[in-house]
């Protein structure tokens, strides 16, 4: 959807789920370091007013913002650091997050990104904020309906492909055996890619191509595939989100794996985040 506006010059979009869970479970899911770590990216929250958030996206790419409400379990808002990841001369960006009871055990969860501008040079960004947290959100929902709360550690690892991107896709699905899944499928992956065993939760077609499958092996968690068009090439993004206590043992033995892996059918280096 279009970023909307208003006469006063602020800048917003607004994307919201609703996930399983009582407020109070889902304000530590997003609204602490290890729960936001367990579903996003690595995560620092002093939880309190004047309080520092950090999201961490790789080696030197920490986005800080400063807590400026903090009303449990319902709602914070935060204020961004040099732009708020738009680039160093980029307006401050202020992130409104809200949880709202439903009846039926759900909430809903909403994030309000918004700027003050009287141009327009940074709504692709606040656009790409908008596409990119469905995804996350759905990865969220699955963490609070099956592993609400637990001890998490993740890793991600990437390749890269030539155009076009559905082809692309097309490549990474056959070598992980994953050629034709259907929604409900329980799968294992290929002979000769890195072991894993699933039941597929979320096959996204068209432009919004994206494999969500709720891992049993290597250990229980989540693990998200997709791809997305970086220049001439395509950006083949894997991320595993596992959870218990033989979490952090089985990330140590899956990372080089995956690596090794990506690097040899996919090359073009690879990139990595823990929690």
């Known amino acids: ?45 002093e939880e309190r007013q004047g309080g520092l958030a ?3 996206f790789g080696p030197g790419m920490d986005s800080a913002a ?10 914070f808002v935060t204020q961004s650091r040099e732009g708020g990841g738009l680039g160093p001369d ?27 501008s009287d141009k327009d040079d940074w709504d692709n960004q606040l656009e790409g904020f908008e596409s990119g ?21 993740a890793f991600s690892a990437m390749g890269m492909a030539p155009k076009p991107r559905p082809e692309a896709w097309k490549a990474l699905m056959g070598a992980l055996g994953m050629a034709e899944p259907r929604q409900g499928d329980k799968v294992r992956s ?21 494999l969500l499958l709720r891992l049993t092996e290597p250990a229980p968690g989540t693990a998200h595939f997709f791809p ?8 083949l993004s894997v991320r595993f989100y596992l959870y218990g206590e033989k979490a952090a043992a089985a990330v140590a033995a899956e990372e080089p794996r995956w690596h090794s892996w990506m690097g040899e ?11």
Do not use: N
């Open 1 to 45: 959807m279009p970023v909307k506006k208003d006469a006063s010059g602020r800048r917003w979009i607004s994307v919201e789920a609703e996930v399983p869970g009582t407020p109070e479970q889902v304000w530590k899911a997003i609204a602490s370091g290890p729960g936001i770590a367990a579903w996003f990216v690595p995560s620092t929250v």
């Open 54 to 56: 950090t999201a961490s």
């Open 66 to 75: 400063t807590i400026t409400q903090w009303d449990p379990p319902h709602r």
């Open 90 to 116: 980029a307006p401050s960006v202020a992130d409104e997050w809200t949880v709202e009871a439903r009846s039926g055990g759900t909430c809903i969860v909403r994030v309000v990104h918004s700027l003050y």
């Open 133 to 153: 947290w469905p995804s996350f959100f759905r990865i969220l929902r699955l963490y609070l309906q099956h592993f609400p709360g637990e001890v998490s550690s």
């Open 190 to 210: 290929a002979p000769g890619a890195p072991a894993f065993s699933a039941v597929v939760e979320r096959l996204g077609t068209g432009e919004h191509q994206e």
């Open 228 to 235: 997305m068009d970086m220049g001439e090439q395509v950006f």
């Open 265 to 275: 059918h996919f090359p073009a280096g690879d990139t990595v985040f823990k929690c």
